[in-house]
């Protein structure tokens, strides 16, 4: 392991998208974002809707996120996501969809008792932080 560097491992159900050494993680946190770097004290935390950045060396890696925790050990991060995709691996324009569809719900929840608003706000929200990442790339 390199001085100043630390293992992280951002994790999805469906695959593990980063394990590697880097220099920093910049993390959504529940109750607000967090760095960490090398050396950290150890701590367990819930993740909200936001951008995750991991810095290793001079290159930024963005990634959208959905929420989950995350899980700060001595000598490794461990980001267990619902759902992460780099800035890179983003569809802008079905993301753009999704939110136009979520919006679309939510202007419609008065008239119709069957949508759930707040599963509407939720999808709102993914979907314009993963057009945010996009455009951040």
């Given at each position: 392991?390199?001085?100043?560097?630390?293992?992280?491992e951002v994790i999805t159900p469906e695959k593990v998208l980063i394990s590697d050494e880097v220099n920093s993680v910049e993390v959504p946190g529940a109750h607000g974002e967090f760095q960490i770097l090398t050396g950290h004290t150890p701590f367990l935390t819930s993740l909200k809707i936001g951008?995750?950045?991991v810095t290793k060396g001079v290159e930024k890696i963005l990634i959208s996120i959905s929420g989950g925790y995350c899980e700060v050990m001595p000598e490794k991060t461990t980001i267990l996501a619902h759902t992460a995709e780099t800035a890179k691996q983003i569809d802008k324009a079905r993301a753009e969809a999704a939110r136009k569809r979520a919006?679309?719900?939510?202007d419609n929840a008065e008239k119709d008792s069957s949508i759930d608003i707040d599963r509407a706000q939720l999808a709102l929200l993914r979907a314009i932080n993963r057009i945010k990442t996009k455009n951040m790339k």
């Open positions: 392991m390199a001085e100043n560097t630390f293992h992280v951008l995750l950045t919006q679309s719900r939510i």
